[in-house]
């Protein structure tokens, strides 16, 4: 019976694609470097921003134009996050329906936790109860700090607990938890990639995700 679902971000409830894409093209063109095609941000994300940037980068450059770089992707990105981001479809018909049928949710994401809250506050307000993103200091995912922060706050038992995201690294994290993993498809990644980092469900649609958690809940009554 899962009781709490802990969401990741970018790639699962949000399509955040485009806007990441535009502020790296933005940081790395107005710093004279090759800018790269939406598409390849698909592989740039899902370990945070600092290792976005790195990645985005290109690779002989040093510490202090990287830094320079973040700075203007920073710059942009908290001006235009919400210039083309949306949840993917039947995101929010999900969540209501979850919150309607008791199950508590959150997000456990690697992006930075002031853009994550804005974001998840904006798009779907009191749906979700709890955001813990990236923030100095804090280990990321695949760690499962972000992840066992929310279990501690909602006081759950781990078997009540499933873990939704888009990547290998959310599969490693559900792992590393010690809870049950599922993957979309709908997000950034590929069904391969879930399947070899361990997720036990795999879905296409948001209904399909509805399913399984409802199903496991009535399984139980």
Excluded at 18 to 34: I, K, Q, R
Excluded at 117 to 134: A, E, M, P, Q, T
Excluded at 196 to 211: F, K, R
Aim: proline residues 3%; charged residues 25%.
């Amino acid at each position: 019976m899962y009781k709490y679902i802990i969401f990741d971000l970018d790639g699962t409830l949000l399509n955040t694609l485009e806007d990441l894409a535009f502020a790296g093209n933005y940081a790395l063109s107005t710093s004279g470097y090759p800018i790269h095609d939406i598409e390849s941000y698909k592989y740039f994300v899902g370990n945070g921003i600092p290792v976005l940037i790195k990645r985005m980068c290109p690779q002989n450059i040093g510490e202090e134009d990287r830094n320079r770089v973040h700075s203007l992707f920073s710059e942009y990105y908290g001006a235009h996050c919400l210039d083309n981001t949306k949840p993917y479809r039947g995101i929010s018909e999900m969540l209501c329906e979850l919150k309607r049928n008791g199950i508590v949710t959150g997000v456990a994401t690697n992006k930075d936790h002031l853009y994550s809250v804005k974001l998840v506050k904006d798009f779907f307000g009191d749906n979700i109860g709890i955001v813990r993103g990236r923030e100095d200091g804090f280990p990321k995912k695949p760690d499962p700090y972000s992840v066992n922060y929310l279990i501690n706050k909602f006081n759950a038992d781990k078997k009540d607990v499933l873990y939704v995201g888009d990547s290998n690294v959310d599969m490693e994290t559900a792992k590393n938890a010690g809870i049950d993993s599922c993957g979309v498809l709908w997000g950034f990644r590929t069904r391969n990639e879930l399947l070899d980092s361990g997720a036990l469900y795999i879905v296409s649609s948001a209904e399909e995700l509805i399913d399984i958690i409802l199903k496991n809940k009535k399984d139980t009554l």
